[in-house]
């Protein structure tokens, strides 16, 4: 067999005068390509979190919206050169807290060369031992850490239901003041403190911390933004390895052994990315632009919102919408991206609509401010509520409640089986999911309702006139008399 004058096979005939050939099929790699640059570009939506903890984020459905994640063939250079450091020292087996806020540990990290946004040089963790719930809150002096743990305190015994009842920490002067002690034995709670120039006994938080810079670290070197971000990508690397896997437990994450419910992640952006903001109508006139250009720097109180840098008014924002710019790109082009240029110093603000709005004209909407510290710590805990079948059908607190909706309409009687008509289309329905909520922000309940769409109805065709079947009160009076 000849093919441009070279030969590439030689065989003999057979005696039924045909030539044999033994053939090698190679291995199908029919989508290897789209999937490895899906595995990539989630990677980098996890803050760069390592493949082994999103394949099995993915494999054993820790969570509900991550597609499926193929092995990576390279390596990311941002990874290794961020979260290089030196091998580990045997581990030897520790006590472990059996119930939430049985054991919190706590450590400070800082001072920082760069002055976050918010004017902090410093960011504080606690950490649960039992669920491994990350909490983190910035301060410009490290004085500050009393008033904090009293608020940390309030916050996750109200939400969980539960008594901190140890606190472990370093011997830092922030830890050991006078007041705090004297807090910490009126209320009853036993303090932990590690021994001097000893770090290795309040391990759980110094790795923490740890992990938390090098996520922070390779998020802005990914995307090439200023260190005065360190505070917005610090509080997205607490939001994400709290909806992480961690080897402390068993295939779940924080995030659902604190609260009793399996995050989602198909709301999770890649930090630093270009993103449009939707300006609402009421903030600008016929002719200006409906979407601004901004900067994805974190998530928002809830899971639907997000923080924004806005690149015309150099302020951070929370939006409900935005557009990523290009979602398709590969990680090598991503690193070719030009430098924004964002010397200006932003403000930090929080308003009731989503973006501020581009015109120079002065707004006389009141704006509401909030302490940011109150706003990082409930982006950790939440809540999102699906918004199709296909999602809500991957929780089984979800699927309970469909179950109840659906017993509900059979007791009552809600429906009646007929024929199909044939003259009229079939109207479709629908499921509308909603968490509900006690006085003290805890779950009450999930509810789902199975609603008809009614927007695909016609009047003068599916319906006529409609109206409440109430009658009016002097015609009541009048049957009565």
Same mark, same amino acid.
């Given at each position: 067999?000849?093919?441009?004058?070279?030969?590439?096979?030689?065989?003999?005939?057979?005696?039924? &005068?045909?030539?044999?050939?033994?053939?090698?099929?190679?291995?199908?790699?029919?989508?290897? %390509?789209?999937?490895?640059?899906?595995?990539?570009?989630?990677?980098?939506?996890?803050?760069?979190?390592?493949? #082994?903890?999103?394949?099995?984020?993915? =494999? #054993?459905?820790?969570?509900?919206?991550?597609?499926?994640?193929?092995? %990576?063939?390279?390596?990311?250079?941002?990874? %290794?050169?961020?979260?290089?450091? &030196?091998?580990?020292?045997?581990?030897?087996?520790?006590?472990?807290?059996?119930?939430?806020?049985?054991?919190?540990?706590?450590?400070?990290?800082?001072?920082?060369?760069?002055? /976050?946004?918010?004017?902090?040089?410093?960011?504080?963790?606690?950490?649960?031992?039992?669920?491994?719930?990350?909490?983190?809150?910035?301060?410009?002096?490290?004085?500050?850490?009393?008033?904090?743990?009293?608020?940390? !305190? %309030?916050?996750?015994?109200? =939400?969980?239901?539960?008594?901190?009842?140890?606190?472990?920490?370093?011997?830092?002067?922030?830890?050991?003041?006078?007041?705090?002690?004297?807090?910490?034995?009126?209320?009853?709670?036993?303090?932990?403190?590690?021994?001097?120039?000893?770090?290795? #006994?309040?391990? $759980?938080?110094? &790795?923490?911390?740890?992990?938390?810079?090098?996520? /922070?670290?390779?998020?802005?070197?990914?995307?090439?933004?200023?260190?005065?971000?360190?505070?917005?990508?610090?509080?997205?690397?607490?939001?994400? =390895?709290?909806?992480?896997?961690?080897?402390?437990?068993?295939? $779940?994450?924080?995030?659902? $052994?604190?609260?009793?419910?399996?995050?989602?992640?198909?709301?999770? &952006?890649?930090?630093?990315?270009?993103?449009?903001?939707?300006?609402?109508? #009421?903030?600008?006139?016929?002719?200006?632009?409906?979407?601004?250009?901004?900067?994805?720097?974190?998530?928002?109180?809830?899971? !639907?919102?997000?923080?924004?840098?806005?690149?015309?008014?150099?302020?951070?924002?929370?939006?409900?919408?935005?557009?990523?710019?290009?979602t398709s790109r590969s990680s090598e082009e991503e690193h070719e991206e030009t430098m924004i240029d964002i010397s200006s110093p932003p403000q930090v603000t929080t308003a009731a609509t989503n973006v501020t709005s581009p015109s120079d004209s002065p707004s006389s909407t009141p704006v509401k401010l909030r302490d940011i510290t109150e706003i990082y710590a409930r982006c950790n805990m939440s809540i999102i509520e699906p918004e199709n079948f296909a999602e809500a059908s991957k929780d089984k607190a979800w699927q309970k409640a469909m179950e109840a909706e659906m017993e509900m309409i059979e007791k009552n009687e809600t429906w009646e089986l007929v024929d199909r008509p044939s003259d009229k289309p079939v109207i479709g329905v629908k499921w509308v999911y909603k968490t509900k909520l006690n006085l003290d922000g805890s779950i009450q309940k999930h509810k789902a309702?199975?609603?008809?769409?009614?927007?695909?109805?016609?009047?003068?065709?599916?319906?006529?006139?409609?109206?409440?079947? $109430?009658?009016?009160?002097?015609?009541? =009076?009048?049957?009565?008399?």
């Amino acid at each position: 067999m000849v093919s441009m004058e070279n030969l590439l096979a030689k065989v003999s005939m057979t005696g039924n &005068r045909c030539f044999p050939l033994s053939l090698k099929y190679a291995n199908s790699v029919a989508m290897k %390509a789209t999937i490895e640059e899906s595995t990539w570009y989630w990677h980098r939506r996890f803050g760069h979190l390592n493949m #082994q903890s999103l394949k099995l984020l993915q =494999q #054993q459905e820790l969570v509900y919206g991550l597609p499926e994640i193929g092995n %990576a063939n390279r390596i990311c250079q941002n990874c %290794a050169i961020g979260k290089s450091h &030196r091998e580990a020292f045997g581990k030897e087996k520790i006590w472990r807290a059996s119930l939430p806020l049985e054991l919190v540990h706590s450590d400070v990290c800082g001072p920082m060369q760069t002055t /976050s946004i918010g004017g902090n040089k410093y960011f504080l963790t606690f950490i649960d031992d039992c669920t491994r719930m990350c909490w983190v809150y910035f301060m410009q002096f490290k004085s500050e850490v009393f008033n904090i743990f009293k608020k940390f !305190k %309030a916050v996750v015994e109200l =939400q969980s239901g539960y008594k901190l009842k140890k606190l472990r920490s370093d011997r830092g002067g922030e830890y050991t003041s006078a007041e705090f002690l004297q807090f910490c034995e009126e209320i009853g709670l036993e303090r932990q403190l590690t021994v001097a120039y000893s770090p290795q #006994q309040n391990g $759980v938080a110094e &790795r923490k911390n740890r992990t938390i810079v090098e996520m /922070s670290k390779i998020m802005m070197k990914g995307k090439k933004l200023p260190y005065k971000f360190w505070g917005e990508a610090v509080n997205t690397a607490v939001y994400i =390895q709290n909806r992480c896997p961690t080897k402390a437990l068993d295939n $779940v994450t924080p995030f659902e $052994v604190f609260s009793g419910r399996k995050p989602g992640v198909k709301h999770l &952006r890649v930090f630093g990315s270009i993103c449009f903001c939707h300006v609402p109508n #009421q903030l600008m006139s016929k002719l200006e632009d409906a979407a601004v250009k901004c900067i994805f720097v974190g998530y928002g109180k809830c899971e !639907k919102g997000y923080r924004v840098y806005n690149l015309q008014t150099n302020k951070i924002t929370t939006s409900r919408s935005i557009r990523p710019e290009d979602t398709s790109r590969s990680s090598e082009e991503e690193h070719e991206e030009t430098m924004i240029d964002i010397s200006s110093p932003p403000q930090v603000t929080t308003a009731a609509t989503n973006v501020t709005s581009p015109s120079d004209s002065p707004s006389s909407t009141p704006v509401k401010l909030r302490d940011i510290t109150e706003i990082y710590a409930r982006c950790n805990m939440s809540i999102i509520e699906p918004e199709n079948f296909a999602e809500a059908s991957k929780d089984k607190a979800w699927q309970k409640a469909m179950e109840a909706e659906m017993e509900m309409i059979e007791k009552n009687e809600t429906w009646e089986l007929v024929d199909r008509p044939s003259d009229k289309p079939v109207i479709g329905v629908k499921w509308v999911y909603k968490t509900k909520l006690n006085l003290d922000g805890s779950i009450q309940k999930h509810k789902a309702r199975l609603v008809v769409k009614g927007y695909a109805q016609k009047p003068g065709i599916d319906f006529n006139e409609t109206f409440a079947l $109430v009658v009016r009160s002097h015609i009541d =009076q009048t049957e009565r008399g």
